[in-house]
């Protein structure tokens, strides 16, 4: 048993160690030098690329509120590029409407990422698809602009591995994480307010899309809570899916158990009041089980990410993010195979040979 073990803890190391991330390692700001940290405290810009998506709306309205000064410390988005996803058509037709909004708040909307850059501090990634995200990212870790890249990180472990090696050469902050995981009830739960998560049922709209492994595209909101409260150390995933459902059950290393339920019909998958009726779940713990609570918007992850651009202190680990990458990943072999049991080791393996 304890030569497996080592052999599993091996082959993830190995991994890990290609994209430059230590498994002890709870994010980048530890090793970064004081220069670095003199990047992470100047400025105040913001710039976004992709307005494909809603998000880019909410985080402008917050931060350019002008009653909101003191709450994010003065940081304004100034300027974006529109570019964004050039062939899902969901996301790609909203581009021309966002664009004329998010010039009525003061934004300037520029021809390029090199443009961007040369105007703004701090990047906020939000093109809608998470094929383009290893390209976009890459210029902006080149420039040196600490940034954090909204869910999916990447539309691929491997790609996500990609991102963090080119951000740990460069020394340059980057985080990705769901808004889901600020949820307070489920933040509060991880924190030990039941004493120790002994496992979790997640749920969460999980619509598909053609062009993105089927948990990347939305299902990573339910599935980032799941991990919010059991952390790492997911070694085997299984899923059974329909066309309405998909249930996912991972074990962990130490024999905890999470599910996540993804839903593509009635209510909870398509919308109506109320917006916390979409995403949830159940924490089992020492101490009593819990509800994770109410979606609480945009604005905890928001202050995060500010808080983020101000110290380089990264919020949510590489090796965290990596974690929910291969979970989905082998959720969508453990599909293909019908159901049975897909090791997350042989996702950061096949990872490994693609690099």
Same mark, same amino acid.
């Given at each position: ?171 340059? #902050? ?10 307070? /009830? ?7 307010? @039941? ?66 339920? /993804? ?17 949830? /779940? ?10 994770? #609570? ?42 293909? @195979? ?18």
């Amino acid at each position: 048993m304890r030569s497996e073990q080592n052999r599993r803890s091996f082959i993830r190391t190995s991994a890990l160690t290609a994209a430059g991330i230590g498994l002890g390692i709870n994010g980048f700001a530890e090793n970064l030098g004081p220069a670095s940290r003199q990047l992470f405290a100047g400025g105040t810009r913001v710039g976004i690329i992709g307005l494909d998506t809603s998000h880019c709306i909410a985080f402008t309205k917050a931060l350019n509120n002008p009653a909101a000064g003191i709450e994010f410390g003065g940081f304004k988005v100034l300027a974006a590029y529109p570019y964004g996803s050039r062939t899902i058509q969901s996301s790609f037709d909203r581009i021309a409407g966002f664009t004329v909004e998010m010039k009525t708040l003061g934004v300037e909307i520029t021809g390029s990422i090199a443009d961007l850059l040369k105007k703004v501090d701090f990047i906020l990634l939000e093109t809608n698809d998470g094929r383009l995200h290893l390209e976009q990212a890459l210029e902006v870790i080149k420039a040196g602009k600490p940034l954090f890249i909204d869910k999916p990180i990447a539309a691929s472990l491997a790609d996500a591995a990609a991102i963090f090696t080119a951000a740990k050469k460069a020394n340059v #902050g980057v985080f990705s994480s769901s808004s889901l995981r600020y949820t307070s /009830g489920a933040q509060e739960l991880a924190a030990g307010k @039941l004493g120790k998560v002994l496992g979790a049922e997640t749920y969460s709209p999980c619509h598909l899309e053609s062009s993105h492994p089927d948990l990347f595209w939305y299902g990573i909101h339910g599935v980032e809570s799941l991990f919010t409260v059991m952390g790492t150390g997911c070694k085997e995933v299984v899923r059974v899916s329909t066309p309405e459902t998909d249930v996912v059950t991972g074990t962990w290393s130490d024999g905890r158990v999470g599910t996540f339920r /993804g839903i593509r019909s009635g209510k909870s998958a398509y919308g109506g009041p109320p917006a916390s009726a979409l995403y949830g /779940g159940t924490v089992f713990a020492e101490k009593g089980t819990a509800q994770i #609570g109410e979606y609480a918007g945009y604005n905890p992850l928001l202050l995060r990410i500010i808080d983020f651009f101000k110290t380089g202190v990264v919020p949510v680990s590489a090796q965290e993010t990596l974690e929910i990458c291969a979970f989905m990943e082998a959720a969508d072999a453990s599909k293909k @195979l019908g159901g049975i049991p897909v090791s997350l080791d042989s996702m950061f393996s096949k990872a490994l040979l693609k690099r």
